[in-house]
């Protein structure tokens, strides 16, 4: 609104604008704060990439999805041998015999790490939880739920076998006969094109 | 007749959802590890009051792991495989099981001895060619 008033000297009124003195001015955040009232909010976001990254990784773990739903603990000192021609793993109580200690059910048996030593080849903390495991088991068997008589057995690699029989033997003689040696699994050999 | 429009933008929400969930489940029953196993009955190779005792022709068919070879015996007699720079020529086993094989077409049941000495892996090696070779009742012997 203009207008001019009645004086001597003429003077146009216009309408006041921006007053901050430029000492305090803040000239970039004001530019950005009036341009971002402006900005589109309506923003469509590309989704093609993300499906794709999504579908990938949907198929990548379709390969490594399991139905059985069991876990298998493999300890860390141990590095299971491997084989071509095993069948899948099942659920039963894991003995581990590393060069170190024997475990069961990743705890280790006894207080102390049994040492595997020829002197020790009685194990008596080994047979007492095996006798307990084996009471426990025919408990669920009089109680008429279905049981796992057999054991799974994972050794390092480079074990003498020796440790594994001693193992082997007092697992026979506390009733466990069915044994299942746990190794990794290998795939087999591409096929020459002929 | 109108004209039909057709810029029509799909709904992706749903299919995100289903992904995301896809995924979580997923992630939840992936097997990172790859483990399989050997199986073997014990009872058949030691000496138990219920096991059977085999037919008295039947000619007893039993692989030694010794720490110098392969030694592959029916009864008493038997041949031994030298090892490989350390390891199992499987080769030559392979080819000595499937003379076996011929001779004994209906077979799968044998003996698996180990010396003291040898190592796990090729306990592993061995039962693994047995079983792949046919011989799925392998019994190992814990004397």
């Known amino acids: 609104m203009t207008g001019e008033v009645s004086s001597s000297t003429k003077r146009v009124i216009r309408p006041p604008g921006y007053h901050i003195e430029p000492k305090y001015d803040l000239k970039h955040f004001r530019k950005k704060m009036d341009e971002s009232s402006e900005r589109d909010y309506d923003v469509v976001l590309p989704l093609t990439s993300m499906i794709d990254m999504f579908s990938m990784l949907v198929i990548f773990l379709l390969l490594n999805f399991s139905a059985t739903g069991e876990a298998y603990f493999v300890n860390k000192d141990i590095k299971l041998p491997e084989a071509l021609n095993a069948r899948p793993i099942e659920s039963m109580p894991l003995i581990s015999i590393s060069k170190t200690s024997v475990s069961l059910d990743s705890e280790v048996v006894g207080s102390n790490p049994v040492i595997i030593g020829l002197n020790d080849r009685q194990m008596p903390a080994l047979v007492a939880s095996l006798t307990k495991l084996k009471a426990l088991i025919k408990n669920q068997e009089d109680a008429g739920l279905p049981v796992k008589k057999g054991i799974n057995l994972q050794a390092d690699q480079n074990t003498d076998v020796v440790y594994i029989k001693r193992v082997m033997n007092i697992l026979i003689s506390t009733g466990f006969s069915s044994i299942n040696f746990a190794v990794r699994e290998t795939p087999p050999p591409p096929q020459a094109d002929e | ?143």
């Open chain 2, 1 to 143: 007749m109108a004209k039909k429009k057709v810029n029509v933008e799909l709904n992706m929400t749903p299919f995100i959802g289903l992904f995301a969930l896809l995924v979580v489940m997923l992630l939840l029953t992936a097997v990172w590890n790859n483990i399989s196993a050997l199986s073997t009955n014990t009872s058949a190779s030691t000496a138990s009051d219920e096991a059977s005792p085999p037919p008295k022709n039947q000619v007893n068919l039993t692989v030694t792991i010794l720490t110098k070879g392969v030694e592959m015996a029916e009864n008493t007699k038997g041949n031994v495989i030298p090892h490989l720079s350390g390891e199992v020529n499987k080769a030559s086993f392979i080819t000595a099981l499937q003379v076996w094989r011929s001779k004994y077409p209906k077979r799968k049941d044998l003996v698996l001895n180990t010396e003291n000495g040898v190592t796990y892996k090729m306990l592993i090696t061995v039962f693994d060619t047995l079983v792949g070779e046919g011989w799925h009742d392998v019994g190992v012997s814990t004397q």
